[in-house]
């Protein structure tokens, strides 16, 4: 078999002085667009002690190298023999990050080893780094099937206890005759079960972080409603996450002004919502417990920013800053910036300037923004309807837009959001994820059912597109927010045609106040580019990059163009000085 | 042998204490009985260009409002949740008057409420 060529095959030892100079000047070349793509001020090297703790850490990539990209230096170390290529060294210097050579692949493919914690940040550098032209999370192969042994993620689940769905998390699996909304999470999880280090900011009404199925899942996130008297923990803005409950007493409507002036009339169970949205995106998964995360491996950042009757506006723009990783004066940094936030809430009206500054701010510090389109089966609440943002709608099982979702053309795309099929008795395609028991105050950690505690809503199908973003974020963290958005859209399955001829086309809606539209099928200006499908979203974020920008390649080619002329002006100067030196007979010879 | 009396100024001490103890407890009763301090309802301000920002916002806010600033949620420096102490027709004029001073306030609109999206019907849920 001819091996591979390498760089050693390549390098022609002896050949003069001149091609030593057209070789530095290429170095030089290819060095100046590397460092052009440098931002910030230049990173001092990685000790040696963080060296080996990078080789001791867990997480791989592999490196491909544009031709051309291994230089002389190295050629020559390598002449007459096939070297594995040690490139390790270069990159440390280059990036600022503790990496040690892996295994070579090829003659300019190889493996480096760097710590779990700097996996994400070695690749958003490659991917601007000139001299590579790909890399990515060199992929731990996992058994073939990849569905989790999670007791309520399977169809027919034992009938302990027996309020859970006969169909359990019939969501995640691949799409079927009759479930053909389902996302395919499995397909995902074949290739990526997530980074652990990818945040999902889930900004919502807390968590409880006792549920054993989000054990580890959580991180300590903040608290930001300021308001003690809805806050309904004696207190305002702070750094417990935990979720109270936001039940309403009869006492609480009673109350003539302010807070409650607008909770409706009925006094409300707690809805354990942010619990139920965390455990959607990142239950504890393949742990022979409860419910799978979409998200596998993902975790999630609980924000709090409603409690009793909502939360204000000022408080979750302050929260989406903080999320994304940006400063709120009083508020102390956040530790665990998020790719993603989710935004399973919302009010009846167009976006705010607030929100979309917040929106703008998030998505420039690179999170992707996903929100719930509604559930009032009209135009899309604020914050989805905000510039930029991922608006989710709803679907039913069958693919045809669930009656209570809104929708319109601010929409991204529809995931499934839990639908009863029935008007009595169990609800058959819920979204079955981690709650609590408590009416009020919190009491045992449970499973939502069947029963009257379905998961239903867009709430539920918006955490299910923001896990995809998540999981594609794992295969190619350099996605932006846009890209991102633009490839969870485009790999998106087609709306099925209805079933039942009798189920009319979805409608533009005219506004919050038009008629609530039940049962659609789903046009792309109503439900979005098309049906979540987490195999597809995340086999297209692995994908190669698009190439960089303007700026980018302005360098690269300024770079050659420089280091050609220079090497072709040393090249010519030196030939005339042989010239001059050895006479007619050299010309001749 | 008779017993001693028992010294009384211990009882004398005791009173006083018991006496300055009801005393605290009424005020305190008292102030629980005062009507809660008049609150406007919940804005959010935005400062102008050139505006001060962060404490000295809430500080020029309060000044020109003329009404104390009860409570104040920054969003970042420019842009903060707030509640002023007034009711009724105070509050209007202190707002009219933060919204004519152009050079520190942008915006001055109703800080909205933002829930769950309500639960759906099961009718609407098929």
């Known amino acids: 078999m001819t091996p591979p060529p390498t760089a050693s095959h390549r390098y022609r ?39 080996a703790a990078a080789a001791a850490g867990q997480q791989q990539v592999v490196v491909r190298w544009r031709a051309g990209a291994i230089g002389g230096r190295e050629r020559a170390q390598a002449a007459g023999a096939e070297q594995p290529l040690r490139r390790a060294q270069v990159l440390m210097h280059r ?233 709120v004066p009083g508020e102390p940094s956040n530790p665990h910036p998020a790719r993603v936030i989710n935004l399973s809430l919302g009010a009846q009206a167009p976006c705010s300037p607030l929100f979309a500054d917040a929106i703008a701010a998030a998505r420039a510090a690179g999170a992707v923004v996903v929100a719930a389109a509604g559930n009032q089966g009209v135009a899309v609440n604020r914050p989805a309807n905000c510039p930029g943002v991922v608006a989710v709608a709803g679907v039913r099982h069958v693919g045809t837009k669930v009656g209570y979702s809104s929708l319109g053309p601010e929409v991204a795309l529809a995931a499934p959001a839990g639908n009863c099929v029935n008007l009595a008795g169990p609800c058959l395609y819920p979204l079955v994820t981690t709650s609590n028991t408590g009416s009020t105050v919190p009491a045992a950690p449970s499973y939502t059912g069947s029963g009257n505690d379905a998961t239903i809503g867009t709430s539920f199908a918006a955490p299910l597109a923001a896990a995809a973003a998540g999981l594609m974020l794992s295969v190619q963290p350099g996605l932006s927010p846009d890209e991102l958005a633009h490839r969870l859209r485009s790999s998106s399955r087609a709306f099925p045609a209805a079933a039942d001829p009798g189920v009319p086309d979805c409608r533009v809606p005219t506004g919050f106040s038009a008629v609530e539209q039940l049962e659609c099928r789903c046009t792309t200006n109503t439900c979005g580019a098309g049906l979540l499908d987490v195999g597809a979203a995340v086999a297209r974020a692995a994908e190669p990059l698009p190439a960089a920008g303007g700026g980018g390649g302005g360098s690269v080619g300024f770079g050659w163009a420089l280091g050609l002329a220079l090497a072709s002006l040393l090249l010519w100067r030196l030939d005339r000085r042989g010239r001059a030196r050895a006479g007619p007979r050299r010309r001749f010879s | 042998m008779a017993a001693a009396p028992l010294p009384t100024t211990p009882s004398a001490a005791l009173r006083r204490v018991l006496a300055a103890l009801a005393l605290a407890l009424g005020a305190a009763l008292a102030a629980c009985a005062q009507p809660p301090a008049a609150l406007s309802p ?85």
């Open chain 1, 95 to 327: 990036h600022g990050i503790a990496l040690a050579d892996g295994a070579s692949i090829d003659a300019r493919t190889q493996v480096v080893r760097v710590a779990a914690a700097q996996q994400a940040a070695l690749l958003a550098r490659l991917a601007l780094d000139p001299d590579v032209e790909w890399a990515e999370v060199d992929l731990r192969l996992h058994r073939a099937s990849s569905v989790p042994d999670d007791p309520l993620f399977a169809a027919n689940p034992l009938p302990s206890p027996p309020q859970h769905p006969a169909v359990g998390q019939w969501f995640l699996r691949a799409p079927t005759a009759e479930a053909p909304a389902a996302i395919d999470a499995v397909a995902a999880w074949a290739r990526t079960r997530g980074n652990p280090d990818l945040v999902v900011a889930v900004l919502d009404t807390g968590v409880r972080f006792d549920h054993p199925d989000l054990a580890g899942k959580l991180l300590p996130g903040h608290d930001f409603v300021s308001d003690p008297a809805t806050a309904n923990d004696g207190d305002g803005r702070d750094a417990d996450a935990s979720d109270p409950g936001d039940y309403l007493l009869a006492r609480d409507l009673g109350t003539p002004a302010f807070p409650f002036d607008d909770c409706g009339t009925q006094p409300q169970f707690s809805s354990w919502h942010g619990t139920q949205v965390a455990g959607l995106i990142a239950a504890a998964t393949d742990n022979a417990t409860g419910v799978a995360g979409a998200g596998w491996n993902l975790r999630v950042l609980p924000v709090r920013v409603l409690g009793k009757c909502g939360g204000r506006e000022s408080d979750i723009a302050a929260a989406i800053r903080w999320a994304a990783g940006l400063e």
């Open chain 1, 13 to 51: 030892p002896g050949g003069g002085f001149a091609a030593r100079l057209l070789a530095l000047g290429l170095a030089l070349a290819l060095w100046a667009p590397a460092a052009a793509a440098e931002r910030g001020p230049q990173r001092a090297a990685p000790t040696s002690a963080q060296a």
């Open chain 2, 42 to 126: 919940p804005l959010l301000l935005t400062a102008a260009p050139g505006a001060p920002t962060g404490a000295a916002l809430r500080a020029a806010v309060a000044a020109r409002a003329g009404v104390a600033v009860v409570s104040w949620a920054a969003v970042d420096e420019r842009s903060a949740g707030l509640r002023l102490a007034c009711s009724g027709a105070a509050c209007d004029e202190a707002i009219a008057r933060l919204r004519a001073d152009t050079a520190l306030v942008a915006a001055l609109v109703a800080d909205e409420r933002l829930r769950i999206p309500p639960p759906p019907a099961r009718e609407a849920a098929r």
